[in-house]
């Protein structure tokens, strides 16, 4: 299995399981954007629920001073062949107070087989980590960590 999901918006590999589970297959043939769009945007709330029920809830930690704990993947759209998903998360603190935010990230689907209950993604990225009490470099150290570790590509089962 892949690392975990955002915690790769963290520090250690956590935001794949948003998408991640499978190592995607290779392409042979090129997609309809315009269908993976539409097709996307009819499907949102099952794959919502289907991320939201391998990550919402789930901790991973950081280090031995930092957790972080996925509480939602608030939304997941379709723009064409590229998807973004956005997440609200808590970096629990032992020393200071806990963090509050969203981390945003952003992909390619290379596949989406309806019939297989699949979606397949690469160039997936973190564009943005937002959390309070925390000094914007410190959100930008925690997007470069997540953007190193993050696998560039894999798959997403829908049931």
Sequence with gaps: MNKPVLLALALSGTLTSVISHHPAPAQARSLDCHQVETLG????SQLLSAVNG??????HR?????KL?????????FD???????????????VRRDAHGTV???ARITSFSLARGKVC?????????????TLKVGERVYKWVAN???PNRGCYTIR
């Design 69 to 77: 704990r996925i509480n939602q993947v608030k939304s997941i759209a």
């Design 121 to 133: 993604y690469d160039e997936a990225r973190v564009t943005d980590v937002s959390l309070s009490r």
């Design 80 to 94: 064409g062949c590229r998807m973004k998903v956005n997440a609200h998360v808590t970096l629990k603190r032992k």
């Design 41 to 44: 945007r009819r499907y949102e």
């Design 104 to 106: 945003k990230m952003k």
């Design 148 to 150: 190193m570790v993050l």
């Design 54 to 59: 391998k990550v919402a809830g789930k901790t």
């Design 62 to 66: 950081i280090n031995r001073r930092k």
